[in-house]
C-alpha cells in the first residue's frame, strides 16, 4: 500500500496536476472521513449521557415547587 503524501509529490515531480489533485482531494476525503467518525462517537457519548442530565434538572426543580 503507497503512502498518499508520497503519491502526491510524486504527482507534483512528474507534472500531473490532476494525479496530484485526486490524491489531495483523497487526502483530505480521509481526513474527513476520521473526523466525522470522531465527532459520531463524541454526539453518541453526548447524547446518552444526557437524558441523566435532564433527569438530575428536573429533580432540581420539583424540589424547588
Given at each position: 500500500?503507497?503512502?498518499?503524501?508520497?503519491?502526491?509529490?510524486?504527482?507534483?515531480?512528474?507534472?500531473s496536476p490532476?494525479s496530484?489533485?485526486?490524491?489531495?482531494g483523497?487526502?483530505?476525503?480521509?481526513?474527513l472521513?476520521?473526523?466525522?467518525?470522531?465527532?459520531?462517537?463524541?454526539?453518541?457519548?453526548?447524547?446518552?449521557?444526557e437524558p441523566?442530565?435532564?433527569?438530575?434538572q428536573?429533580?432540581?426543580?420539583?424540589?424547588?415547587?
Amino acid at each position: 500500500m503507497s503512502n498518499p503524501y508520497e503519491d502526491a509529490v510524486d504527482a507534483v515531480f512528474n507534472k500531473s496536476p490532476a494525479s496530484f489533485e485526486d490524491t489531495v482531494g483523497n487526502i483530505l476525503a480521509d481526513k474527513l472521513r476520521e473526523r466525522i467518525g470522531v465527532e459520531k462517537v463524541a454526539i453518541a457519548q453526548n447524547f446518552l449521557n444526557e437524558p441523566e442530565a435532564q433527569e438530575d434538572q428536573e429533580g432540581a426543580a420539583d424540589e424547588e415547587i
